[in-house]
């Protein structure tokens, strides 16, 4: 999927893992596309004059900019900066372009890179230098066209995970020290790591309201004749959604892809072959196999065979296990003697024989039957590992126990900051037995506020926060996260 480069926090993507982000654009292009909104490309330079025009939030942020300082050696009249993100660098133009309320919505998406110099861990698709995505900004009328969008966008990121990653999410809105600070609410999903016991947040679409119209002078007039500001949104979907799914699915032999997302859906393997078997036999046993890939691919089935002679079956079983190809197919002498195929499934490794006559039937159901194991077999392992909790007691215990932990919170940052702290380990505790590095030892965080709310939730003026004096205003999700 992924070849490391020589400098830290960049990685090659390999056509087997940009196939999987082929398949996301394209569901979520086409989702997009029959919104309203409409591709294009900015330019990756901004200058440095742009770029603080927005100072406040960029302030946190600018120890993450790359800059350009240089052409061969001759140093530049003026830096660039390369683009963290594209507020700054599109915002100028939305204000020339937005003159009356006729030219809005404008709904502009665009695919690339982006980056932001970390100094963080780097760790493949999860945090990198440089990564791809796709960054959505928007601009309305009224606030009411931003709010349904907010929420439109989110819910095609909750279907990138869950219908193609088969990724478990919570859905739901980012507390104030969570959110984009530049915007005026952030709505996230969210995902788990079962191994880490760690969460990681997938996707977020903000309404940035009309902080940035403010900033960059986007005005139309209303029917009062009076010059109102724009209400705006951004939302952003990164190359991340491949390693969350690799850490979901992965297991000891390797990746395991949901088959929606697969490159190859179906490989077949031809099988039993010895030192015996004829000449004529081996042809007509790849010439088998090739024939029910084009039988399978006419059914939309993305099949592949394996019939290369230099290697053993079992060599291929390994290598396609490794790549996680969803089924195996073997075919054997004895199989097409009795008109059968063996398939292995990867994901639970059972097994099956399936009749040739009715290969493309089974298959197609058997594909959509392992797109939906896979993502009930994540959600219960999400769910075995998501605690509601009422009060502190056993809340820093459930969270070194690898879980994330729904509770009453009074959504004050204070009473954020406080819990952050009072849940991170100590050296002190953490020196001696508890050897395990993948067991996390920072502060818990909101998650999010979900908002699908449980249904004995907060009574108002009565539930209390779970980790202050003051009265609880929702269910909160807290965890240690990436
Ligand atoms: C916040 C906000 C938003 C569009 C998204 O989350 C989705 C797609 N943008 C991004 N953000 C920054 O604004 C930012 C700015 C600088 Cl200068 C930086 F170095 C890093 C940043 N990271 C996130």
């Known amino acids: 999927m992924l070849d490391y480069y020589d400098i830290s926090g960049c990685y090659i993507i390999r056509p087997w893992a940009f196939k999987i982000w082929k398949a996301i654009q394209r569901f979520f292009g086409d989702a997009i596309e029959d919104l309203g909104v409409d591709d294009c490309y900015f330019p990756m330079f901004v200058s440095s004059k742009v770029l603080e025009r927005e100072k406040d939030h960029i302030e946190g942020f600018s120890p993450e900019v790359a800059w350009v300082t240089k052409a061969g050696q001759s140093d530049l009249a003026e830096p660039v900066a390369i683009r963290p993100t594209s507020e700054t660098v599109m915002y100028p133009y939305f204000a020339s372009w937005i003159r009356s309320h006729r030219d809005l919505p404008l709904r502009l998406n665009q695919w690339c890179n982006v980056v932001r110099w970390e100094f963080k861990h780097p760790q493949p698709f999860i945090r990198t230098r440089e990564f791809l995505w796709q960054e959505g900004h928007t601009a309305f009328a009224t606030k009411e066209e931003a709010d349904t969008e907010v929420l439109q966008i989110l819910d095609l990121y909750r279907q990138v995970y869950e219908d193609f990653l088969a990724v478990p999410v919570v859905p739901g809105k980012k507390s104030e020290r969570e959110k984009f600070a530049g915007g005026l609410y952030t709505t996230t999903v969210e995902g788990f790591v079962p191994t880490t016991g760690r969460a990681i947040q997938g996707g977020t679409s903000h309404c940035l309201g009309q902080n940035f119209s403010k900033m960059f002078d986007i005005l139309i007039e209303n029917e009062a004749k009076e010059r109102v500001h724009v209400w705006q949104n951004s939302w952003g979907l990164s190359t991340r959604t491949i390693g969350v799914m690799v850490m979901i699915h992965g297991d000891d032999k390797g990746l395991v892809l949901p088959p929606r997302v697969a490159a190859v859906q179906v490989v077949i393997i031809p099988v039993g072959i010895t030192a015996k078997t004829s000449q004529e036999d081996r042809k007509a046993l790849a010439a088998k196999a090739d024939e029910l890939v084009k039988d399978l691919r006419k059914a939309g089935i993305r099949a592949n065979s394996d019939t290369r002679e230099n290697y053993t079956p079992g060599w291929k079983y390994n290598h396609w296990e490794l790549k996680g190809v969803p089924v195996r197919l073997e075919i054997g002498p004895k199989d097409l003697a009795k008109n059968s195929t063996r398939a292995v499934i990867r994901h639970d490794s059972s097994s099956q024989d399936i009749p040739l006559a009715t290969l493309t ?116 999700l807290f965890g240690r996260s990436y």
Request: glycine share 4%; with cysteine.
């Open 361 to 476: 039937s089974t298959l197609s159901t058997l594909l959509e039957t392992i797109q939906a194991a896979m993502f009930t077999k994540a959600r219960a392992e999400r769910d075995a590992h998501l605690i509601r909790l009422e009060t502190w007691d056993k809340f820093v215990e459930t969270l070194n126990n690898r879980c994330i932990i729904l509770v009453p919170w009074c959504e004050r940052e204070a009473c954020e900051e406080s819990v952050k702290e009072r849940s991170a380990r100590t050296a002190a505790e953490q020196s001696g037995e508890d050897e395990d590095e993948k067991a996390p030892s920072m502060g818990a965080k909101t998650l999010c506020i979900p908002f699908k709310q449980p249904e004995d939730g907060v009574k108002h003026g009565v539930t209390k926060c779970f980790a202050c004096e003051e009265l609880a205003k929702s269910y909160t």
